[in-house]
Antibody, heavy 120, light 108 residues
Framework: QVHLQESGPGLVKPSQTLSLTCTVS??????????WTWIRQSPGKAPEWIGY???????YSNPSLRSRVTISVDPSKSQFSLSLSSVTVADTAVYYC????????????WGQGILVTVSS | DIQMTQSPSSLSASVGDRVSITCRSS??????LNWYQQKPGGAPKLLIY???NLQDGVPSRFSGSGYGTEFTLNINDLQPEDFATYYC??????????FGQGTRVEIK
C-alpha cells in the first residue's frame, strides 16, 4: 500500500511562493511508469491537475500554470515537491499529492490533502 | 486541452436505483478515461480506470463503459454510501490531464 503525505505552510501571502512537499512511503518510489503528481481543488470546484514529475525526472505542468510551477524530486528521501510562484487568492485550494501509475495512468493513491490559503 | 463534459451536473436518486453518469470528451481519448468518487472532506477515490476496469476493492455494482469520446459510469443498486460527487478524468494527453466538472448524486 502506497501512502502519500503533504506538508508545508497552510497560509501564504499574495505574491509569495507556495511550497509543498510530499513524502511517499510503501511501494517503489523510483519504479517505472509512475507519475508523481500534484492536483488542487478549490472549494466547490472540480479537481485541477497542476503537474507531474516522471520517474525519469521529466516534468509537465498544466499550461495555465506552467509559467509559475516547478516540480522537483528527491528520490533519496522518497519526496517530491511543488513550488507555485506569484500566488493570488485564486490559488487558495486543497492541494493533493497523488500517484498516477499504469497504462491508463489513473490517480490510484492520494494524499489526504493540505488546505493552502492565500491571504495577507 | 481536451475538454471533459459530464452530465448531468447533479441528480437525485433513491437507495436501490440504477444511476448513469455520462462523460464526453472534446476529442477522441481511446480508453484513457478514469472515474473517481469524492465524499465531502475527503480525497477522490479511484473507481474505474481505462474506461471499464474496476479498481481493486471497489464494489461490483460500479461499472464503466465507452470508447473514443463518450463514456458512462453506471451504479447498480445504489447504496447509502454511494451518495457523493463523481468525476471523470482523461489521461490520453500526457501533457495536459483534465477532469470533468463533476456529478453530484443526492438522496431523493
Amino acid at each position: 500500500q502506497v501512502h502519500l503525505q503533504e506538508s508545508g505552510p497552510g497560509l501564504v501571502k499574495p505574491s509569495q511562493t507556495l511550497s509543498l512537499t510530499c513524502t511517499v512511503s510503501g511501494g517503489s518510489f523510483s519504479s517505472g511508469d509512475v507519475y508523481w503528481t500534484w492536483i488542487r481543488q478549490s472549494p466547490g470546484k472540480a479537481p485541477e491537475w497542476i503537474g507531474y514529475i516522471y520517474y525519469s525526472g521529466a516534468t509537465y505542468s498544466n499550461p495555465s500554470l506552467r509559467s509559475r510551477v516547478t516540480i522537483s524530486v528527491d528520490p533519496s528521501k522518497s519526496q517530491f515537491s511543488l513550488s507555485l510562484s506569484s500566488v493570488t487568492v485564486a490559488d487558495t485550494a486543497v492541494y493533493y499529492c497523488v500517484r498516477a501509475h499504469g497504462t491508463y495512468v489513473p490517480f490510484d493513491f492520494w494524499g489526504q490533502g493540505i488546505l493552502v490559503t492565500v491571504s495577507s | 486541452d481536451i475538454q471533459m463534459t459530464q452530465s448531468p451536473s447533479s441528480l437525485s436518486a433513491s437507495v436501490g436505483d440504477r444511476v448513469s453518469i455520462t462523460c464526453r470528451s472534446s476529442e477522441s481519448i481511446s480508453s484513457y478515461l478514469n472515474w473517481y468518487q469524492q465524499k465531502p472532506g475527503g480525497a477522490p477515490k479511484l473507481l474505474i480506470y481505462g474506461a471499464s476496469n474496476l479498481q481493486d476493492g471497489v464494489p461490483s455494482r460500479f461499472s464503466g463503459s465507452g470508447y473514443g469520446t463518450e463514456f458512462t459510469l453506471n451504479i447498480n443498486d445504489l447504496q447509502p454510501e454511494d451518495f457523493a460527487t463523481y468525476y471523470c478524468h482523461q489521461s490520453f494527453s500526457s501533457i495536459a490531464w483534465t477532469f470533468g466538472q463533476g456529478t453530484r448524486v443526492e438522496i431523493k
